[in-house]
Every structure is written in structure tokens, then in C-alpha cells.
């Protein structure tokens, strides 16, 4: 395969998905966000799905696409393409490879969509170049990806990865997942609602509570904007998330001694007002070998990750 | 390599080495426990250990030993057979290989404890009979190894594994380490005792605290003893310490996805005082898929774990 040949890859979300040509050096050739009904049975999901790839298969037809890799927010079961549960579509055991075989005749793969955008960060970010990354997906959940001797993790029943849904505080607060103090659970983006949400009600956040009021909608994004002007309350939230997610890397660091983790998704967007406190976390609590080696960043890459990792990831 | 052959697996603790002659298939046939001084110059120490592991493969030279694993409590740099840190016998950056290599005419491999235990629990306990398997070694401290697609990992720098320095309470007790809220701190055999004394000090531990002042020394076992008779601030101890191990282990089940965990060391002798409560927090915790395929399991060799997995390590 040369560095001109191209597969497709695509990004499975709960509204959406992304299709993308991606050449073998992980640039983006061509892209389209189409709109995707699941609140239908997961066939005549998939159906509208492989009509709205075909299209784009089409249109890209000089390309020569030889194959599809998609990833999927939930558990996978890669060897047999089936959609185990995935809560965002609200699938159980759904054969979506045996589905869109139907439909396309193409060699399809099927991946969790946090282990494609680790791909995605080994391919683009480290350009292949280490051996230990980690990738975590900070967006409304908080998801996570492995590469170990450059190759994607994926455990024992392909589950692996699930760094989100690690416990840094046991006692904590519940998680969508049954959890109790989950990562996803504090700085997630609905976690960081929500912590906003019960400073409000406790009358801690009372010019956040106006700006809601004036109709403001809560989200990371106020979070952050009121914490630049300097709200003591938002200040306080970014840094304890800062915190929550330096303990999260410590982990990790100790336990994979890792040469990259690389953070990705909306909630990295807040940049400093949570990577300073959480690099301060780390460096403080980590041990002192592994942390020196392990480099973290966000990617440079962010939108990007998803489809050109699950292109990648099955052109190997 | 015939299953008749030995090599020398050696396990160096704070305060005395283990030194045993183990077959291919993990028998012990021939070991000893001897006192090692640290409280002077490393070389000093090294040398006295030199001594009594010569003596030791004179005594069994008809077993034809060519090799010689060695397990060490801290940080070792695997491919220069360095020691970098060890708290336990205050050693920095000591040329552990070399020095050995000056006094025994043998292959000699230096590896972290934990790391050298997980390979023995997964040629032992496992029979090498699974891909993806994790350590617990609970003792004073609490340390971990993780074995991958059947291979020890070790990470970017060799200083993988370190499960006990996992964070379960990223507010909580401050750890030896430097970190706060380590699994460590909470169910180390130190942490352990460190809760039990805080317990005495507020006044809600106050039979304990009598079996002290009648001359008990404070240790988990006196602890587990004390639960075992329903003095309930222990039977309450012994319940959070296996809801704090728990969460530790639903953490490593969503992100390894492993066949197997094996915990072994003096704490996991509390069984069913500590386990139970873990158990049923770890199904509480940790995704469906990856729970139901991980046998969480104590050690049938555990005083054997160490010295058979550092001399099987390196007859690989």
C-alpha cells in the first residue's frame, strides 16, 4: 500500500456520522458529516447509514476504496463486528458488520471509537514514533485508548481501555455506569455540569446562576469562559478537575510508564484552566522515572483522530 | 531446555534474600532464607549476598545453575541491571549486575519484585494457560505486575506495574510515595495500621486499643483476628479495605480487560474478610464483558511467586 492509497474511515456518534477518505499518511482527502436517525430499529439505522456511504464511495469512486473501519462509541466485539451495547445508540448485540456487509461490498471492520482515536494519535500525533501511548477522549464522556509495542490494546474480549471508568475517588459521586467517583463522573462534560449545577443549587455559584438565568446554556465551554473572567467558583471547578485528571495520569503513568498520553475532545479545549493544575497533580504525585518520560499534549489533531485512526487501524 | 533444568531465582528483600533452586516448571527443589545486612555500603551488602549464593549453588552444583533472576523491591533498570531506587534497602543508582557479575560467573537478570511475582503467578497459577494476567502483591507495601499477550510488559522505561501506587482517593491519606489516596496507603499492611491507630486515637476503636495496651503488637493479622471476633470497628476496617480494593480492581478490569488477577502477599491471608467486601464491589464497579471474564483468584504459590518467577523469567 502506498502512501497514496486511501480507505474509508468512519465516526459513529449518537446523532451523526463522519465519513472520511483518509490517505495511508493519515491526511483527510475528502469528509462529509451526515445525519443519522437511530431512533429506529438498528437495521433501518444501518441501512440509511450504508446508503449515505455509498454515496460517498461514489463520489470518491477514482479512489479505489478498499475497505471501511468505523468506530462506535460502546463495547465491541471486533472479531465478530457486533455492537455488544452501546447506550448512545441504544443498541444490544447489534451484527453491524454483518449489515453493512449487505449493503457494501467491501472488507468492513468495526472499533470502539476511543481505541480508533488512540490509533488515530499513534498514527498522527506520534507519528508511529514511540512504542507506549495512551489517548484519552475528554468529551460529554470521558473516554480511552491503548497502544502498547505499537499495537492497539484491546484485552481479553476486546473491552480493553475503558480509562474513563477508572475510580480516583471510590466513595464519589454515582456514574452513568454504576460507578461510584469515576473519572467521566468529575470532569466529563456532564460532570463538570454537574458539579456546576450543585454549586448553583447550594448558592456557591451565584454568577454562574445569573448567567443561566439570562439564558445562558450550562456547558464546559461557560465553565470555562466565566473561570477567564475570573468567577471564583469556575476558577475552583477547573482546578479541581485539574486535580481529578492529574490523578487520573498519575495512574496511568505509574502503572504503563507510557512514552506519550495524548488528551483529545471538547473538554481539553479549556486548555490551561485544567491542563496547569492537572500537570502540577502529576508531576507531584507520579513517580519520578516513568513521569519524566511520559509526554503529554493535546492533539493537534482532534477532529481528525476518530475517522483517520479507524481508516488506519485496518490498514495494517 | 528440559523440564529437569534449574536456574536460580533469588528474591531480595529489606532485611534477609531468599535464594531457590526452581526447575522449568516452577518446582522449588532446593531454597534458603539468608539475613543480608543493608545499613552499609551497597557494595558491602552485594558482596555478602555474592557469598551466600555461591555457597548456596556449591551446595547444588550437580544441577548445572547457568543462570541467576533476581527480584529487588524498587526500581530497576532491567537492561543495565541497575537498581535506581529502592526504598526498602536505601539503595540510588547501585550497579547491582556488575557488582554480582565481579564475584558469580553466571548470566545474572535483575527485576522488580512485583514484576518477578506476576510472572510466577502466570506460569504457576495460571500455567501460562491465558493471555492477559495482573499481580497483587499485597504485603506492607502493595505492589503489581502485568503480564500482556503473554509477555511480561514493563513499559517505556521498565518501571511499569505500579498498581499499588493507583490512586482510589485523589483527596485522600498521603502515601509513602508522595501521591495521596494510593491503594497502598488505604490496604497496604501500613495503611492498614496507620487506619487502626487513627481509629485508637478518636476513641472508636477502643477494644483494640485495650488488646494493645495488653502488650498485642498492631498488625493486619491481630486485625483480622479481632474482625473474625466481631469487634466491629475492625469487621468495619476490613469492609472498607475491600471496598477500596475493589474499586482498585474494577479500575484494572475496565482498562486491561485481563483473563485473570492474582493477588497474593500477608494481607490476602485476611480472605474472606477483605474479599468478600472487594468481590461484591468489583461486580458493583466494573462493565459487564471484561467482570465476567476476569477469575480473580489468591495465589496457591504465594511464598513461592517471587524466586520461581525471577528464575523463570529469564529461561525464557
Same sequence: chains 1, 2.
Avoid at 502512501?3 to 462529509?32: E, F, H
Avoid at 440509511?48 to 468505523?70: D, L, T, Y
Avoid at 508511529?128 to 492497539?152: A, S
Wanted: with cysteine; hydrophobic share 40%; net charge positive.
Amino acid at each position: 500500500m502506498n502512501k497514496n492509497s486511501a480507505a474509508l474511515g468512519i465516526d459513529c456518534g449518537g446523532t451523526n456520522i463522519k465519513i472520511a477518505l483518509v490517505r495511508t499518511d493519515g491526511k483527510i482527502l475528502d469528509s462529509v458529516l451526515e445525519p443519522i436517525d437511530f431512533d429506529c430499529a438498528p437495521q433501518v439505522s444501518v441501512h440509511s447509514m450504508a446508503e449515505k456511504i455509498q454515496r460517498f464511495i461514489h463520489k470518491n469512486k477514482a479512489a479505489g476504496i478498499a475497505s471501511v473501519g468505523m468506530g462506535i462509541a460502546g463495547e465491541v466485539d471486533q472479531s465478530r463486528g457486533i455492537v455488544r451495547f452501546s447506550p448512545n445508540l441504544g443498541w444490544t448485540d447489534v451484527p453491524l458488520k454483518k449489515f453493512l456487509s449487505q449493503k457494501l461490498n467491501l472488507k468492513i471492520f468495526i472499533e470502539n471509537d476511543a481505541n480508533c482515536a488512540a490509533w488515530g494519535a499513534f498514527c498522527l500525533d506520534a507519528g508511529r514514533n514511540c512504542d507506549n501511548l495512551l489517548c484519552l477522549t475528554l468529551g460529554t464522556g470521558v473516554g480511552g485508548g491503548i497502544v502498547l509495542n505499537k499495537k492497539l490494546y484491546r484485552g481479553s474480549t476486546g473491552s480493553a481501555g475503558e480509562i474513563g471508568h477508572m475510580t480516583v475517588q471510590y466513595d464519589g459521586r454515582r456514574c452513568k455506569c454504576g460507578n461510584f467517583g469515576c473519572l467521566e463522573s468529575l470532569i466529563g462534560a456532564w460532570g463538570l455540569v454537574k458539579t456546576a449545577e450543585e454549586g448553583m443549587r447550594s448558592g456557591r455559584a451565584s454568577n454562574l446562576k445569573k448567567l443561566i438565568q439570562a439564558g445562558s446554556k450550562l456547558t464546559p465551554q461557560l465553565l470555562a469562559e466565566a473561570a477567564r473572567k475570573k468567577d471564583p467558583f469556575c476558577v475552583k471547578l477547573w482546578q479541581t478537575a485539574g486535580e481529578q485528571l492529574g490523578s487520573a495520569l498519575s495512574n496511568l503513568v505509574n502503572i504503563f510508564n507510557p512514552d506519550r498520553i495524548v488528551l483529545c475532545g471538547g473538554v481539553s479545549k479549556a486548555g490551561n484552566l485544567i491542563l496547569r493544575p492537572a500537570l502540577r497533580s502529576l508531576k507531584k504525585r507520579a513517580f519520578k522515572t516513568p513521569v519524566e518520560k511520559a509526554e503529554i499534549t493535546v492533539s493537534k489533531y482532534d477532529q481528525q483522530l476518530g475517522v483517520a485512526g479507524a481508516a488506519l487501524l485496518f490498514l495494517e
